[in-house]
């Protein structure tokens, strides 16, 4: 039975669990130098959260302590786990907000995800001119016509947004992919159906998930069943 479990957190609730004078060593000189390297506040501690949550996240799945879980990027930027056990089938991938982090961790390789804060300050119709594929746009502009409330607007917005960037990350590209390229139905409380892309083969075997895990917060996940 294939598992994908998702981990979320407020930043804030990671670092009273793992300070960071305690726990910075559990990260490795890359991540920290990484760290060292991000000036933003905010950003440096969500960096610092996201990658503490993974690695502990990662030791409920093998006796491996979370120091010692050593990571490779792909040449299209996936970090992928490479001391995993022998027998173990484990992949991850993280997702961080300027306030909160997310991770999942499954036995499928292809599994992606994505965190936003429908708080966040963006200029979502530009944005939506940019990566929504025609009929998500289409779709935009009929409910801003409505002249809903930013927040109901910024919801459905942030909620195609996490999918596709879900469903991206799952694929292991990223923005190498056209955003516009694909496309988001959202029908119902639970039906999410995507349009067929060039890249999109076993259809049938994507499975992604919206949720809210607290109010202020849209999360995506993508999986590919294999
Ligand atoms: C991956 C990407 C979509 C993430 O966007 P984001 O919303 O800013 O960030 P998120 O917090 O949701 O995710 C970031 C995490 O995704 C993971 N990630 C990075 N590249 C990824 C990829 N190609 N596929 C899957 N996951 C990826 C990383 O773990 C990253 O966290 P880290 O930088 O702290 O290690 C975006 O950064 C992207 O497309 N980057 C371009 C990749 C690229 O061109 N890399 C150049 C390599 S030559």
Known sequence: ????????SLVP?????????????ELSDDEQSRLEGITNGPARLS??????????????????????????TTR?????????????????NISHCNTAVACIISDMPQCGI???????KADLDAVAEEVFSTAE???????????PSRDTLARH??????????????????????????????SGKSGISIEPTGKLKDKDLWQ???????????????IVLS
């Open 13 to 25: 609730e990671i670092l009273e669990k793992f300070p960071e004078h305690k726990n910075i060593r």
């Open 76 to 92: 299209h930027g996936r970090p992928e786990i490479t001391n995993k056990p022998h027998n173990k089938k484990i992949h991850f």
């Open 114 to 120: 994505d965190l936003e804060d429908v708080r966040r």
């Open 47 to 72: 960096y610092y959260a996201a990658h503490i949550l993974k690695r502990h996240a990662l030791s409920k799945y093998a006796a491996v302590p979370p120091e010692e879980w050593k990571f490779a």
């Open 208 to 222: 992604f998930y919206l949720s809210q895990p607290q109010n202020n917060f849209i999360l995506a996940t993508a």
């Open 1 to 8: 039975m294939p598992f994908a479990d998702v981990y979320f």
């Open 137 to 147: 746009l289409a779709h935009f502009r009929k409910m801003r016509s409505k002249k």
């Open 157 to 186: 917005f942030f909620s195609i947004w996490c999918l596709k960037e879900a469903y991206m990350k799952a694929l292991g590209m990223g923005f190498k992919i056209n955003p516009k390229s694909f496309g988001f139905k959202l």
